[in-house]
T-cell receptor, first 115, second 113 residues
Framework: DGGITQSPKYLFRKEGQNVTLSCEQN?????MYWYRQDPGQGLRLIYY???????QKGDIAEGYSVSREKKESFPLTVTSAQKNPTAFYLC??????????????FGPGTRLTVL | GQNIDQPTEMTATEGAIVQINCTYQ??????LFWYQQHAGEAPTFLSY????GLEEKGRFSSFLSRSKGYSYLLLKELQMKDSASYLC??????????????FGRGTQLTVWP
């Protein structure tokens, strides 16, 4: 089945450690996105990528890094510079950037807790 | 950027109709999306509007007025499983950020029996 996978669902790390969250899609989508969601908050965009080997900062990119070496994969690294990393992280993908009902499809999310 | 506003919480009873409003201020507009998100799960796509008017899809309908920067999601014949957060999102049309979505904070809907 086509879809987006994120692993693991729950992740615990000690403060000061970098951690990488995986996101894989087999939908053949060009665009991929990373969002952060905190309780009572909407989705805030961290990074997005419109095409392989290219990505742009979203609204809250500080303390995060990404890579897009393959169309299917868009891993997110939460670095020790991120001051408040505990959150629910969602990866999404979409067909492209043109108009029309090009909705974003979301993965199941990773809940990161930094102790 | 975009400024998207929607109520934080709403409650309704099973079988009723509820309307969730969303207002937005944008420097570029290329469509409005509604998503449903159950607690701890990923958002799922509900509807899309880019032209003024009503889009109906089963028990759910979505309306858009571009001149007023206003949309609503209408849920009919409410069921307990409709208890969820409903997210309004506006898509940017500017070149460098084309395609990205700006999300509101979500409206937590609770359906009572």
């Amino acid at each position: 089945d086509g879809g987006i996978t994120q692993s693991p669902k729950y992740l615990f790390r000690k403060e000061g450690q970098n951690v990488t969250l995986s996101c894989e899609q087999n939908l053949n989508h060009d665009a991929m996105y990373w969002y952060r969601q905190d309780p009572g908050q909407g989705l805030r965009l961290i990074y997005y990528s419109q095409i392989v080997n290219d990505f742009q900062k979203g609204d809250i990119a500080e303390g995060y890094s990404v890579s897009r070496e393959k169309k299917e994969s868009f891993p997110l690294t939460v670095t020790s510079a991120q001051k408040n990393p505990t959150a629910f992280y969602l990866c999404a993908s979409s067909r492209g950037l043109a108009g029309g009902p090009v909705e974003q499809f979301f993965g199941p999310g990773t809940r990161l807790t930094v102790l | 950027g975009q400024n998207i506003d929607q109520p934080t919480e709403m409650t309704a009873t099973e079988g009723a109709i509820v309307q969730i409003n969303c207002t937005y201020q944008t420097s570029g507009f290329n469509g409005l999306f509604w998503y449903q998100q159950h607690a701890g799960e990923a958002p799922t796509f509900l509807s899309y509007n880019v032209l003024d008017g009503l889009e109906e899809k089963g028990r759910f309908s979505s309306f858009l007025s571009r001149s007023k920067g206003y949309s609503y999601l209408l849920l009919k014949e409410l069921q307990m499983k409709d208890s969820a957060s409903y997210l309004c999102a506006v898509r940017d049309q500017r070149g460098s950020t084309l395609g990205r979505l700006y999300f509101g904070r979500g409206t937590q809907l609770t359906v009572w029996p």
